[in-house]
């Protein structure tokens, strides 16, 4: 476990934050990252994104890249299957169905009911579970145009956008999705207004029963591998019981239905009590997190490891008492000094050898970790070995689902200051391994129920870091706030302020959050964000600018569906003037994928891409680029190597049908100077060659 006395290694002048963070004699050879010690195995291992890299074992869990729950374009497949599953068709959904045979639903629900999956499953029936996309929640209806036959989604409609909605405006777009063969499905939130003359395309939707969910749920968890027949049978022998059936009645929601599932799911597979889930169900509510801190609201380390662990979860436990060690003089300082003692008996402590307090009058040692834990309704979990670790962690945790959510959501929002400390306190702590992947998803769930201006400017001060790991930590935060709806306009214009500023750490933050949900759900905003990034006033392009940008691409990359966009994006910057920061990451992705990869090894990236997987899966966008690289002095070098890679190996030739992609090269020669020089190169180089091997 490390930690930074200083800035990061990312923040050192020399260049340390450069795409080659490994030693010279690394190297890549085919989809195996050779590294000082170990290999990493790269490509579609499973799962959603799959990362490796050489970076440095802190760096690892910072360059993971978590999908977005929320899209502005195609939803996967496997995604929306996943949400689909064990779905119960709500009273109201025979309605929706009638309704959206006109072409638009605009179906109301309050928050939690499961509207967004209503949607999903509606369209998934006419469209299928690859056929559906998404709309950006600020979106203008009244100017929005389907382009093809699918089903739209737009989930959370913005007030502003509602306001310009009315019989004229929906007609007419109904109208156009019919001619184009597509529907629109839009979930707004019940306080949202809607005008009058829209009344005939709402449908106000009802939640099933969260015992139908649970049941749903069981019994399909032997398909998924989570139970067997016989389990699942057990667990929905407890569901029918009294003391469930009161718990679902009392919390209707969807989500409560799949907490239940869950819990029985834990129930049968490691033989918990009853009583201890649903004491755990009911640990993670608001108003058992508010009543654990007024009990506790007296008792610093109390309140400090309670935030520690609400801050950190999964995190080791030295992680959690070293901030919380940090946390707790500042929530003392708060309280004021300590009051005078001195006049009252004093305290007896029951613990330990009656010799030992005689001799010393107090307590030296004070409550034991587990102690402290088990004070604060937590426990540690077995140890294991992380992902990117090569010791074992200890993670620690709530007893209560939700627990962690909770309280930090009461301590951040409720108590004048808190906020401000954990800040500092975060800002003093130094880094470990995930740290900003688990705060800055917690940050971001809390800040999603913030209000008021400051909700963003907090940010700011990480924002700013010349430390990798806090630009990470908002970038995380961010996509987890983009995910709810109302908060959509709010940063991508703090996202838009901050790609335009003269500090680079801030742009490296924009970047960074490209690189994440943010960039994956909205693929078209996150380049004209990285295009703005790239815009500074800086003379050179800084090599932590340019690695976050690189990581931005990449991950963009990652996605099939993406292609296209970025690299018809790399081909403007590859058109942009000599000297300006856009050619110079032009050409640098240039120079990495023709020489080796683009991310290079070492640097952290989603997706690494070859040219040779350039010339294969996008030969006409491919070609376009290998004729403006021979053209431009800066990368004719680099592509002519990568060029005459390919050609002498005989896998790679026949992957990318070489001989046809040089013969359309090879007629381009006469309009472009670069492209003769490479075929005039190349024939000199097998014209000596011949010569030599006919004297031999």
């Known amino acids: 476990m490390s930690s930074d006395a200083g800035a990061d290694a990312d923040a050192d002048s020399s260049g340390s934050e450069a795409d080659g963070r490994t030693d010279a004699g690394d190297s890549y050879r085919d989809n195996q990252q050779q590294l000082g010690q170990g290999a990493q195995v790269m490509g579609p291992v499973g799962g959603n ?53 006109n072409h638009i639903l605009m179906l109301r629900a309050g928050s939690g009911t499961g509207a967004s999956t209503v949607a999903f499953a509606l369209l998934a029936e006419r469209y299928g579970a690859d056929g559906i996309t998404g709309l950006d929640s600020p979106d203008d209806l009244s100017r929005w145009r ?75 968890m032997p398909d998924a591998g989570e139970l067997t027949t016989e389990q699942s049978a057990e667990a929905l ?103 005078d003692t001195s006049g009252l008996p004093e305290r007896i402590d029951t613990r330990g050898p009656a010799t030992e307090r005689s001799r010393t009058g107090r307590d030296l040692l004070g409550p034991s970790f587990e102690e402290r834990l088990e004070a604060v309704g937590a426990h540690p979990l077995p140890p294991r070995f992380g992902s990117a670790q090569r010791y074992p962690v200890q993670p620690v945790v709530f007893s209560g689902r939700h627990r962690s959510d909770a309280l930090l959501r009461c301590l951040w929002l409720d ?127 800084e090599a932590r600018l340019r690695s976050a940008v690189s990581f931005a691409l990449s991950t963009l990359l990652s996605e099939d569906a993406n292609h296209a966009l970025v690299l018809d994006r790399l081909r403007e910057w590859q058109r942009a003037d000599p000297g300006t920061q856009h050619h110079a990451l032009a050409v640098h992705f240039i120079e990495s994928m023709s020489l080796t990869t683009f991310p290079r090894p070492g640097a952290p990236g989603a997706r690494r891409m070859r040219l040779a997987d350039l010339l294969a899966h996008h030969p006409e966008r491919a070609f376009d680029l290998v004729v403006t690289a021979l053209n431009d002095p800066a990368t004719h070098e680099a592509m002519a190597k990568g060029l005459s890679q390919i050609e002498s190996d005989p896998a790679q030739r026949r992957r990318t049908a070489f001989p046809g992609f040089l013969s359309a090269l090879s007629g381009t ?15 000199r180089v097998r014209t000596v060659s011949s010569a030599e091997g006919f004297a031999s």
């Open 49 to 101: 994104v799959t990362v490796i890299n050489g970076a440095p074992l802190d760096e690892t869990v910072a360059d993971l890249i978590v999908p977005p729950r929320l899209r502005e374009g195609p939803y996967p497949a496997a995604d929306v299957r996943a949400r689909l599953r064990a779905f119960v068709e709500p009273p109201t959904f025979r309605q929706c169905r009638k309704v959206l045979d």
């Open 146 to 220: 389907p382009t093809e036959g699918r089903g739209y989604l737009l989930q959370g409609l913005s007030p502003a956008a509602a306001a310009s909605l009315g019989e004229v405006v929906l007609a007419g777009l109904a109208e156009l999705l019919r001619r184009s063969g597509a529907h629109l499905v839009v979930t707004a939130r019940s306080e949202t207004t809607l005008p009058v003359d829209t009344v005939p395309w709402q449908v106000v939707h009802l939640p099933p029963p969260p015992v139908e969910v649970a049941s749903k749920r069981l019994k399909t």
């Open 237 to 339: 022998g407890h569901l029918a019981s009294v003391d469930f059936a009161d718990y679902l009645r009392a919390h209707p929601l969807p989500q409560d239905g799949v907490e239940v599932a869950e819990g029985l799911r834990d129930l049968v597979v490691f033989g918990k009590s009853a009583a201890s889930i649903l004491d755990d169900l009911r640990a993670g509510s608001i108003a058992a997190a508010r009543k654990a801190l007024a009990e506790a609201s007296d008792r610093a380390d109390r309140l400090s490891l309670m935030a520690a662990i609400s801050l950190f979860s999964q995190q080791d436990r030295t992680v959690l008492e070293k901030f919380s060690a940090i946390l707790r003089p500042h929530i003392e300082e708060r309280g004021g000094p300590a009051p």
């Open 415 to 541: 108590y004048e200051g808190m906020a401000d400390l954990m800040w500092r306190a975060l800002d003093e702590v130094p880094h470990h391994s995930g740290i900003e992947l688990a705060a800055g998803q917690a940050i971001g769930k809390v800040m999603a129920h913030a209000t008021g201006p400051d909700t963003l400017r907090q940010l700011h001060p990480f924002a700013i870091s010349d430390r990798r790991w806090r630009r990470r930590l908002v970038a995380y935060a961010l996509g987890e706030m983009v995910q709810y709806p109302a908060l959509t306009s709010a940063v991508r214009e703090q996202l838009r302020q901050w790609s335009r500023a003269a500090p680079i750490p801030l742009r490296c933050t924009v970047a960074e959050t490209c690189a994440g949900s943010y960039g994956l759900a909205r693929p078209a905003v996150a380049l004209k964000l990285l295009n703005s990034v790239l815009n500074g006033p800086d003379k050179d392009l």
């Open 669 to 683: 020669a006469r309009t472009n100077r670069g492209v003769l020089r490479f075929v005039l190169r190349r024939h």
